[in-house]
């Protein structure tokens, strides 16, 4: 059920005095709040305020599927989209005060759909042809909304910076990374924080100092468009720099907005030194913090408190899920202590937005936007013989996988050199959507894209036999260990060790069999090349995404091999391309089941 929000009568009776209050606009602060040891008798000494957040939006401006061309549908029962989230912050505003409610995302907003992609590639809003480009339907959005402010996301990167850096000139509020530096002078390259200053009739401002920090993965997962130009060192070692700054401005609340999981992992193992998931870590170790709104890791955590090590203090986290699936309300109480305030309770949950309905005015500002972008999506590129699914990708070779696998490695092998075009071709490629299917019949660009998501470009890279067989035993690990004579549920088999479909690489050139009776190490059964085993010594290009080339996921040897091919096309209007020169998309021409699933060598299925 979800939790209603409180009434304007209920959250103002928690404050001495209901009179109208403001907020003032929040760029960084420079002085403290006027401390007196004798406040005036009409002085409040308590007050109420909120801070609401989102995160990993990924530009879903609607309640729309542009892959499926329908209203968004999930099992959940979930709805998507900031419009919805714009009703529910509405209501939090108008039950608490205008003035006493903050807005605040931690990051991924102008990457992740059809939407995104359309106004970052097709009409770029960085301009074509010396002719100005349009404005960003997520900076519309959230300019109406009235965001205090956002943090970086590692997807704010993917197009570039320019794409990025002309999306922050179109918001009207601060897109926050303490920790992206310039990698020259080593200083911030984007605001790190700003004060934000909620006005109390009769009273001192509370002062809220916001602080954003992004994810260290960027140096890996971007390398390509922020090597030499930035750099991302970790979130504790920043925030250590940056809550203190906002406590000597005189900050009586340090609210964080952090791109980075809370459970302290990586998936990156030790190629960065520096936490991927890093929130709990910042709870822990960095004195100063009230709370943290948390990000990147796409899941529901309405309320998990940290106790600072070195203060005993608990710090609130909370983490709204993705796509504007939930918004997190953080609300805080503060009491006036000799002219500055303390906060003296905090709360947090997650509201959800599926009861509500749309924006009317973000309808009315970005619907022919989305428009566009629908006929965009449900343009013909080509047709194809057969229906192919991706339904069961993810424990068996399926057409649908070989598409990409063909695409990828006809494109690498025509821009390979002579002498790196004599060695021995493969792919490898992840299953990222299981409801993707390319339908019998016309093909449409949101078929496509429908089964590659995401906006990874190509490398072709070398690694030898004995690396390419650590490569897959490192794949395999996706799987539950099912010994022999167990029946094999595919419902339980996959995501073993956090380990999620994006993450899992099938390969296509060479043979080789997953025996999942095996424990983990020791599953790559029969490793051929055109039916000899493969050498440990021989040499082959790899056709992989730039995700994984760089170290995404932590794949063992990829990300420090030798470059044969790079590119800077998306794979995905690649396959569209491939279509389009086709004609007619025929699984005959690539089909090819090469690995499979076994029990002590008998195939699963």
């Not at 979130?235 to 203190?244: C, F, G, I, W």
């Not at 822990?284 to 106790?307: C, F, N």
């Not at 973000?362 to 013909?380: C, E, F, G, M, S």
Request: charged share 20%.
């Amino acid at each position: 059920m979800p939790v209603q929000p409180m009434n304007r009568r209920q959250f103002m009776q928690k404050s001495a005095v209901t009179g109208a209050a403001a907020v003032a606009a929040g760029a960084v602060g420079t002085g403290t709040a006027e401390a007196s040891d004798h406040e005036p008798e009409h002085t409040p000494r308590t007050w109420s305020f909120s801070i609401l957040g989102t995160t990993d939006l990924h530009s879903h401006v609607f309640d729309w599927d542009y892959y499926k061309d329908a209203a968004y549908t999930d099992k959940a029962g979930n709805s998507c989209g900031v419009a919805r989230v714009a009703t529910l912050v509405k209501q939090q505003r108008e039950a608490k005060g205008e003035e006493r409610v903050l807005l605040v995302d931690a990051g991924d907003i102008i990457q992740g759909t059809s939407l995104a992609y359309y106004f970052a590639r097709v009409d770029p809003i960085t301009g074509t042809d010396g002719k100005r480009g349009p404005k960003h339907p997520m900076a519309v959005a959230m300019n109406h909304m009235r965001y205090d402010a956002a943090a970086l996301g590692n997807h704010e990167f993917n197009y570039g910076i320019e794409v990025l850096r002309k999306f922050e000139s179109q918001c009207r509020f601060p897109l926050l990374g303490a920790n992206a530096l310039d990698a020259k002078t080593l200083r911030p390259a984007f605001l790190p924080y700003t004060v934000k200053r909620i006005c109390v009739p009769g009273a001192p401002d509370i002062k809220v100092g916001i602080l954003g920090l992004t994810n260290p993965g960027i140096a890996l997962w971007d390398k390509d468009n922020v090597s030499g130009k930035m750099v991302f060192p970790g979130l504790v070692e920043q925030a250590k720099k940056y809550v203190p700054r906002l406590r000597a401005l005189g900050c009586d609340v340090v609210f964080l907005t952090d791109h980075s999981g809370l459970d302290g992992s990586s998936s990156y193992g030790d190629s960065l030194p520096y936490v991927e998931n890093a929130s709990n870590l910042v709870a822990e170790q960095v004195p100063g913090i009230d709370a943290i709104l948390v990000g990147h890791t796409h899941v529901e955590v309405s309320s998990y408190t940290v106790k600072n090590e070195e203060t005993g203090e608990e710090v609130l986290l909370s983490e709204p899920y993705c796509w504007g699936y939930r918004l997190s309300v953080f609300d805080f109480e503060v009491e006036l202590h000799h002219g500055r305030w303390k906060v003296t309770s905090k709360t947090a949950q997650t509201l959800n937005p599926n009861n509500v309905e749309e924006d009317p005015e973000i309808t009315r500002l970005l619907k022919a936007d989305h428009d566009l972008v629908v006929k965009y999506v449900n343009t013909p590129v080509g047709t194809c013989t057969a229906d192919l699914s991706a339904a069961e990708s993810c424990w068996k070779d399926v057409p649908i996988m070989d598409f990409i696998h063909e695409v990828q490695m006809k494109t690498v092998a025509a821009g390979l050199s002579a002498a790196d075009a004599a060695l021995p071709l493969i792919s490898v490629a992840a299953p990222f959507s299981r409801t993707a299917d390319i339908p019998q019949g016309s093909v449409t660009i949101k078929d496509i894209a429908g089964l590659y998501i995401y906006d990874n470009t190509l490398y072709g890279k070398k690694l030898t036999g004995a690396q390419l067989k650590d490569y897959l035993e490192y794949a395999a690990k996706y799987y539950h260990q099912v010994p022999a004579g167990t029946a094999v549920d595919t419902s339980t088999l996959t995501n073993a060790n956090k380990f999620w479909d994006y993450m899992y690489d099938t390969a296509a050139g060479v043979s080789y069999e997953i025996d999942i009776a095996q424990p983990e190490g020791s599953r790559i059964k029969n490793l051929t090349y055109k039916g000899a085993a493969v050498a440990a010594d021989q040499v082959f290009v790899v056709a992989v995404n730039n995700y994984r080339a760089n170290g995404g996921s932590g794949y063992p040897h990829i990300a420090s091999a030798d470059i044969a091919y790079s590119s800077t096309n998306e794979i995905r209007q690649l396959m569209i391309d491939y279509v389009v020169s086709k004609g007619t998309l025929n699984p005959s021409d690539f089909a090819d089941a090469n690995w499979k699933l076994t029990q002590a060598g008998t195939p699963v299925f």
